[in-house]
Every structure is written in C-alpha cells, then in structure tokens.
C-alpha cells in the first residue's frame, strides 16, 4: 500500500488538494459534498439542451421537435457509453477506495482508450442512418430538412463527447465533484454566448424593463445558422470542456495524476471487467429509450403542438433528473468507496440517508412546478401565435401529471446509484425493462387501441377500467401510463435493495 500511496502523487502533491476520505466522517457531509456540486455539474451539462431549445423556441415549434426528435435518437446510441460508463465508475470507485491508486490510474487511462474507439463507429453509423432515421420517426419535412443539418453536427462530435463523459466519470469515481463543476460551467457559459450568434442573423441587446432600459441597446451580427447553429455552439462547448478535463488528469490538478501514456492503453482483462459491470444496466436504459422512442412515435400521431409540447416537459423532466443524478452519482461514489474500504454498513446508511433527503426536497420543488406549469412552459413558447398557445396549453397539462411520476424516480434514483457503486448491475436493468415493457408501453398501446374506434370483446374490459380515470379519446393516458410504470419500478427497486445482496458483490 505504501507504493500505492506513493504512485498517488506522481510528483505533482503540491498542486492539489488533500482528497477526502469518504470511508470515515459524516455521512451526510460526504453526500452533501459529492451531490451539490455533482448537481451543479449535471445541470451545466444538461443546459445545452436547454439552453438549445430555449433559442430555438424563438424559431417556432418545428425547432424545438428537432431538438426533441434527436434526443430520442441519442438515447438509443448513448448505451455504448453507457456499458464503459456505467461498467468503469465501480471499478475507478473502489480502487480509490482501497487507496490502489496506480490501479486507479490504469483504469481510467484504459476506459478512455476503449470509449474512444466505441465513440468513433457510434458516430459512423450516426452519420450513416440519420436520414433513415429522420424519416421513420415520422417527422414533418421541415424539421427533417432542419434536422438532419443538426444531428450531421452532433454525430459528428460523438467521439470528443463521449470522452469528455470518460473523463467526467474518472472526476465522479475519485471524488472531485469539484472540479468537474467548475470546468462544466466553464463550458456552459461559452454555450449560452455562442447560441444567439450562431442560431440569429441579428442579437438584439435589450430591452430590459427590470433595469429600467425600454429600448434596444444594440444589435449585434449573428451567423444566421439557425438551427444548424445551436449544434455548432455545444460542438465548440464540448470541444472546451473535453481539453480542460483532459488537462486536469495530465497536469495533475486533481486527485490523482493519470499520464498521456495511461490514455492508450490497453488490457483486456480490464475491458472484460468492464462490459460484466456495466453491460446489463446499460442494455436496461437502451431498451428503455427503445421504448420511449416508440411512445414519441405514438405521441407524434397526436400533431406537432402536443409533440412539441412533451419536447418542453422532456427538457422540465431533465431539470429534475439533474439533482436526482446528483443524489445518484453522490451514492454512487460512496458506495464505491466504502465497499473498497471494507465498510459495507456505512454504505447502506449514505443510500437511506440519501433517499430521505431527496424525497424531501423533491416534495417542495414538484408542489412549485404543479402551481407554475403554465408559466414554465410559456417561458420555451412566447410567441401569440395559435400554435404556440396550443403547444402551452398541451405543455401545462402534460408537465401536471409528469410531477407524480417525478416524485417516484426521485426514490429510485439513490437506490439505483447504490447497485451502479458496487458493481451489482443486474437489478436496475430488470426493473427498467419491466418497467417499460411490461407496464407502460403496454397500456400506451392498449389505450392507443382503443382511441381507433375499432373496439374489439377483449378490450372492452380494458375501456370500462379505464374509462373512470382518463378520457381516451385524447392522449393525456400517455403520460398517466408513465406516472403507473414509475411507481412499480421504484417499488421493485426498493424491495431488491432490502434484500443487501449488493453489499456483498465481488467485482
């Protein structure tokens, strides 16, 4: 252990801060000192979608479907990155732990190297079925035209973004919620500068009533790109953020000081140890996204104002998702770390503890979102147009049944970050499948079917069940399905939590 210890610094000691020790102490200091700023840094992250459609809801509902459309696109490709992601923190988690740093450092040398190449045919094959893809989907031929010179840009960026992800898992693994907060706002404040110039002709300054300026200051040339423009800003964003998180390992300014060399190596036993862990949870989200593309084909059939108007609750979704990942990734360090040290208890207390807390929390924030909804959906959709009025009105009520199923992922999210710490991947995966599969998309479908007019014996059962809580005959069951499948799966969730196996995995 004394060489390891050594190996830690790597003779750049003098450049960081003492890492802490998560194996002893305060439990809800440790978790409230990983999840603020680990919220903090998934916020930042999730901000390019936002602040994406935020602009492009300036343009109309057609660009925000574009964004929305892609997202469902990215979903399905995003599980490579999730196998090495997912398969990877475990194992950088407990290394770190067991103070194996040289261990560590190989690690994350090698999933980057492997993520890398992963990246490379993701984005070939991107590049290749797009317009395939644009097409299937059943989008309106504007926002195909729009789109395809959108996702041609962020294909194109899928191998900087998904080692930018590597890098942003090594900071989780180790601890240093810190820096990774500071390097994300970094580049979501470059984002939100490049976004009106690259998307508008012309960026009007001004005016701003609150401060007393009732006229435009000045206006300022912009590229024009419009929503090709959007995709070019979070190009450059991520290219910033991919070159200061990879300086941050080489020059040492973090927790443990990784090499140029470590980036390309390669080992296969590790690769292997890898894809056991992290295989199963992210085939689990794959299908879920597989299932959640065909619920936005459904919800597509219901015209571009409802569509447009899940686009914005998907973006509201997102907002909550960022402290829920927060609270997840906290838990997952912790747990990591601790069953590293041998301290399988201590584990389960920041998982109890973590749960109480966000459920909380979470309570107060979804009553506001209840009581605000038409004002939140307003801010993406200004305009006084009838489409825009309409795409509110669909906004509002879909984001006022999403808060019950937010409160449900809410307690999920912690128990899920415990499986992911200890490297007992298989749960998480079972229960999103059964989730999707067996639960939501069933009753989507079955309701779908009987809003056809076409009323065969055996749905007559289903109708009648059905009938005294949602009308059919528009597409709010959809959501009310999802709020169903959400409760189960935290349920489930919970029950194989209590059963401990987690604590004692070997990986």
């Excluded at 929305?68 to 923190?89: A, D, L």
């Excluded at 840009?153 to 080692?163: E, K, L, Q, R, T």
């Excluded at 960026?203 to 701003?208: D, E, N, Q, T």
Aim: proline share 5%; hydrophobic share 55%; net charge positive.
């Amino acid at each position: 252990m004394g060489g390891e210890a050594a190996e830690h610094g790597g003779g750049h000691s003098h450049r960081r801060r003492e890492p802490p020790n998560l194996s002893e102490g305060s439990i809800l200091k440790h978790v409230i000192f990983l999840a603020i700023p680990g919220s903090l840094a998934n916020l930042f992250n999730f901000s390019y979608n936002f602040v994406n459609m935020l602009w492009l809801g300036r343009l109309g509902p057609s660009a925000i479907a574009v964004t929305s459309t892609y997202q469902y696109f990215f979903m399905v490709f995003v599980i490579f990155n999730q196998i090495v992601g997912i398969g990877s923190v475990a194992l950088i988690a407990r290394t770190y732990g067991a103070r194996q740093f040289g261990d560590c450092r190989r690690l994350i040398g090698q999933t980057f190297a492997f993520k890398l190449v992963i990246a490379v045919a993701v984005m070939v094959l991107g590049l290749v079925f797009q317009r395939w893809a644009w097409v299937a989907f059943g989008s309106a031929p504007e926002v195909v035209e729009q789109g395809l010179r959108y996702s041609t840009v962020m294909f194109s960026v899928i191998p900087i973004y998904f080692s930018t992800f590597t890098l942003n898992t090594a900071l989780r693994g180790i601890g240093d919620m810190r820096r990774l907060m500071i390097i994300s706002a970094m580049s979501t404040a470059l984002n939100m500068a490049l976004d009106p110039f690259f998307i508008f002709s012309h960026v009007h300054i001004g005016p701003l009533p609150r401060l007393g300026i009732t006229h435009t200051i000045a206006v300022l040339p912009g590229l024009g790109m419009g929503v090709a423009g959007a995709a070019w800003a979070s190009f450059a964003s991520i290219c910033v953020m991919f070159v200061m998180g990879l300086y941050l390992f080489t020059a040492g300014r973090t927790f443990i000081h990784v090499g140029w060399r470590h980036f390309f190596s390669w080992d296969w036993r590790t690769i292997w140890r890898i894809l056991r862990i992290g295989t199963p949870p992210a085939i689990g989200e794959n299908m879920t996204s597989v299932a959640q593309l065909i619920i936005g084909r459904v919800i597509n059939l219901f015209g571009t104002a409802v569509f447009a108007a899940n686009g914005i609750n998907g973006t509201l979704s997102g907002m909550v998702s960022v402290p829920l990942s927060g609270v997840s990734q906290a838990v997952t360090t912790m747990v990591g770390q601790n069953l590293g040290a041998l301290k399988p208890r201590r584990a389960q207390r920041s998982v109890y503890l973590a749960v109480l807390t966000t459920a909380a929390l979470l309570t107060v924030g979804l009553i506001l979102f209840y009581q605000f909804a038409p004002a939140l959906i307003r801010f993406f959709v200004p305009g006084p147009s009838a489409a825009a009025a309409q795409t509110v009105a669909w906004g509002t009520r879909i984001l006022r049944i999403n808060v019950w199923a937010f409160l449900a992922v809410g307690i999920a999210a912690p128990l899920g970050g415990a499986f992911w710490g200890s490297g007992d991947t298989k749960p998480p995966m079972w229960v999103a499948l059964g989730s999707a599969w067996l639960i939501q998309l069933p009753l989507i479908l079955g309701g779908l079917y009987i809003t056809t007019g076409t009323q065969p014996r055996a749905l007559f059962w289903a109708r009648m069940c059905l009938a005294p809580f949602v009308d059919l005959r528009d597409p709010r069951f959809i959501w009310w399905a999802g709020v169903a499948a959400s409760w189960c799966g935290a349920l489930a969730i919970y029950l194989v939590f209590r059963r401990g196996r987690w604590m004692r995995i070997k990986i």
